[in-house]
């Protein structure tokens, strides 16, 4: 079955880059995008971008200046790298993949990880 | 980017009771609204794509309608296990936005 589990850090100084790893199952990057969406404590969601299956990729353009999603097709694996951390970016760092291949709503979600940007 | 505007923030029922939470967004979107069931400390789960099509194993207590820039989320004889908040999500443009959120409670 379809599954993706996030995992990285979950503490970042201010100013430093944050790297996550999504590991996903049960399907084949190269035929499913996958998004990253994050959502700060007690705060709603902010889709941050997507990486689709020819490996071309699309940012909010609010974070693009500090965003890069990247991925390794052989180990089922999609990055995220985000530089300049500031206290705002503490939240829970999610992927999430579409039912199908055309955006109508992620269907599928890991469990998230909490990153905290603190000193 | 387009906005999307849910009301109520926040809303209070009793069990057995019809519910309805309503979207807004700023353009027109075609249809292209998904929502969102969130519970405290767990991944969000999708309820409803293409603004009316339940995604499956969700509860046919759930319903969406809409078109346009205005949409609802629906439902009926509202469950204990329906207590959770609720996000809509435009899948039109990038970026792909959310609505602020609705708190479903119970009275």
């Known amino acids: 079955q379809v599954q993706l589990k996030e995992s990285g850090p979950g503490l970042v100084k201010p100013s430093e880059t944050l790297s996550l790893t999504c590991t996903v199952s049960g399907f084949s990057l190269t035929s499913y995008h996958v998004s990253w969406v994050r959502q700060p404590p007690g705060k709603g969601l902010e889709w941050m971008g997507v990486i689709w299956g020819d490996g071309s990729t699309a940012y909010n353009s609010a974070l693009k200046s500090r965003l890069s999603i990247s991925r390794d097709t052989s180990k089922s694996q999609v990055f995220l790298k985000m530089s300049s951390l500031k206290t705002e970016d503490t939240a829970t760092y999610y992927c999430a993949r579409d039912t199908t291949g055309i955006p109508t709503g992620f269907a599928y979600w890991g469990q998230g990880t909490l990153v905290t940007v603190s000193s | 980017d387009i906005q999307m505007t849910q009301s109520p923030a926040s809303l209070s029922a009793s069990l057995g009771e019809t519910v309805t939470i309503e979207c807004l967004a700023s353009?027109?979107?075609?249809?292209?609204l998904a929502w969102y069931q969130q519970k405290p400390g767990k991944s969000p789960q999708l309820l409803i794509y293409y603004a009316n099509s339940l995604n499956d194993g969700v509860p046919s207590r759930f319903s969406g309608s809409g078109s346009g820039t205005q949409y609802s989320l629906k439902i009926n004889s509202l469950q204990s296990e329906d207590v959770s908040i609720y996000f809509c999500?435009?899948?039109?443009?990038?970026?792909?936005?959310f609505g602020g959120g609705t708190k479903l409670e119970l009275k």
């Open positions: 353009e027109d979107i075609y249809s292209n």
């Open positions: 999500q435009q899948n039109y443009d990038s970026p792909r936005t």
